[in-house]
């Protein structure tokens, strides 16, 4: 099977393929669509057998659960057994938008698509080719991001066709993302809202709004015993096919210890690859130098993560070697993703000097 690619933007819908979109998706097969994270890979989310061809599409572990998506807060209440008053603040400030909320799941939801869980992930996303496609399906479409599992997430419908060209049923081409990583997951089956994976939504904008948020702990220690509540987030992740590592420490020593590394792949007649911040990127004379965006629009960052992540795939690059990116607002998020997609390998410029 070939998946027949629709292309339309968010607005100039084309109604009749949303029509057919929705068909597709009640029939149990699958769609993969726009959203303003990242690209999503929907199936009926009340079905069971939707969910499983989705894991089986994704190679997704089963246990990972998806999040469904809706398109009216009316659907939430027939999902969750309660939504606490937090929540239904954060629904109102946040939503339609990049945040998923974690409830107990009602009888509706098939463990299928919860991977085993008692609880259930939902999202209203505020892209308009997402929501008419959510209604057209009946209101439920659960739908992780439309990547071969472990591969970093889509941000273009030419990644979905990458990875899951032969494996689904329709893409719909609504042109590149907006923010460009996966949303906030916060977790509400306990007293204190729980952030378990940070997105464009921060902590702080949590806690300006609620109070009281704490970070899942397995989150702030990933190298620890502690695992990070959402399953997902345990798993190597995002990760391009060569070996990542961040380099962090004061600029100008980041940038002599990577253009060491440079030059010692160029004597061995290797090349490696760079990840740079525009302020700096022209800094590094030697490998391949992809600049990922401004430190001062930091949203840049963000949106070109997976696509650069992606690019040195196309490259014969030995290694590749990041900066860190701290930004002010959404640097947790960026580097959440970066220290998975290098498996936590971070090389410290100060430590590097101290020793010596
Ligand atoms: P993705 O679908 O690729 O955006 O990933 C969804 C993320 O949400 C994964 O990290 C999941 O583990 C997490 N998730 C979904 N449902 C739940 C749940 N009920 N409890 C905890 N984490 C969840
Ligand atoms: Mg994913």
């Known amino acids: 099977m070939r998946a027949e690619i629709v292309s339309m933007t968010a607005d100039r819908l084309d109604e009749e393929a949303i029509a057919r979109a929705g068909e597709i998706l009640k029939q149990g097969g699958l769609v993969a669509f726009p959203t303003e994270t990242v690209y999503g890979l929907g199936g009926n989310a009340l079905d069971p057998e939707a969910s499983k061809k989705i894991y089986a599409a994704k190679g997704r572990p089963s246990d990972n659960p998806l999040i469904v998506h809706i398109a009216d807060m009316e659907s939430l209440e027939r999902l969750v057994t309660e939504v606490p008053e937090k929540a239904r603040i954060l629904a109102e400030k946040f939503w339609p938008g990049p945040l998923t909320m974690i409830f107990p799941k009602t009888e509706v939801v098939p463990f299928e698509t919860t991977g085993g869980l008692d609880s259930v992930a939902v999202r209203f996303p505020s892209d308009s080719i997402a929501q008419a496609m ?43 993302v907006g923010i460009g990583l996966e949303s906030t997951i916060v977790d509400f089956t306990e007293d204190v809202p729980v952030v378990l994976r940070p997105g464009y939504i921060s902590l702080e904008m949590l806690k300006e709004t609620l109070g009281e948020v704490r970070m899942d702990k397995g989150l702030i220690s990933p190298d620890s015993s502690i695992r990070p509540k959402a399953p997902g987030m345990k798993y190597r992740h995002y990760a391009p096919k060569a070996d990542l590592a961040i380099v962090e420490g004061e600029t100008d020593a980041v940038v002599e210890a ?29 490998g391949i130098v992809k600049c990922i965006g401004s430190r001062e629009e930091e949203e840049t960052i963000a949106h070109n993560l997976y696509e650069v992540l992606r690019e040195f795939d196309q490259c014969q690059v030995s290694e590749i070697y990041s900066e860190a990116f701290y930004t002010p607002k959404m640097g947790q998020a960026i580097m959440n993703r970066l220290l998975k997609a290098a498996g936590h390998k971070i090389i410290s410029v100060q430590e590097e000097k101290e020793k010596c």
């Open 258 to 286: 990577v253009n060491g590394f440079a030059a010692a792949a160029d004597e061995r007649g290797e090349q490696v690859g760079i990840i740079a911040a525009e302020e700096t990127v022209s800094r590094y004379p030697k």
């Open 134 to 176: 959510i209604r057209a399906a009946g209101g439920y479409v659960a739908a992780p991001s439309a990547n071969t599992s472990g591969r970093p997430s889509p941000t273009t419908a030419q990644h979905v066709e990458e990875d899951l060209g032969d494996a689904i049923d329709m893409i719909i081409d609504g042109g590149p």
